[in-house]
């Protein structure tokens, strides 16, 4: 078992920024691919980034690449989502995923623990 908690959401204007951390325990962390999605009202849960067992591999939605930022902490079993320029069209509920069964994925099935998730607003 994995349970996973987010921490940093809130309210931010556009243009600015937000970290988001998932903090992880129960099974091993260090080898679990970890991943970031994000589900807006009325819509689909998307992929947003993930990351590989390492660190060495990251992955991102084209619509946050260049601004968004995974990583990850084994020794503190700790994942974390740096948000920069931010846009009104990210807001959503964001998701921290755990997957053991693969070591890439950005398809939400591919992932088997999921966080309770945590509000990300951007004002215009």
Same mark, same amino acid.
């Given at each position: 078992q994995v349970q996973l908690v &987010?921490? %940093? /959401? /809130?309210? +931010?204007?556009a243009g600015g920024s937000l970290r988001l951390a998932c903090a992880a325990s129960g099974r091993t962390f260090s080898s679990n691919t970890m991943g970031w999605f994000r589900q807006a009202p009325g819509k689909e849960r998307e992929f +947003?980034?993930?990351? *590989?067992?390492? /660190?060495? $591999?990251?992955?991102?939605?084209?619509?946050?690449? %260049?601004?968004? $930022?995974?990583s990850r902490d084994n020794a503190k079993n700790t994942e974390y989502l740096q948000? *920069?320029?931010?846009?009104? &069209?990210d807001t959503a +509920?964001?998701?921290?995923?755990?997957?053991? +069964?693969?070591?890439?994925?950005?398809?939400r099935y591919d992932y088997n623990y999921w966080g309770q998730g945590t509000q #990300?607003? #951007?004002?215009?």
């Open positions: &987010e921490i %940093g /959401g /809130g309210l +931010v204007q +947003v980034a993930s990351i *590989n067992w390492s /660190g060495g $591999t990251t992955t991102y939605a084209d619509s946050v690449k %260049g601004r968004f $930022t995974i948000m *920069n320029s931010l846009k009104p &069209e +509920v964001y998701y921290c995923a755990a997957s053991t +069964v693969v070591t890439y994925s950005r398809s #990300v607003t #951007v004002s215009s």
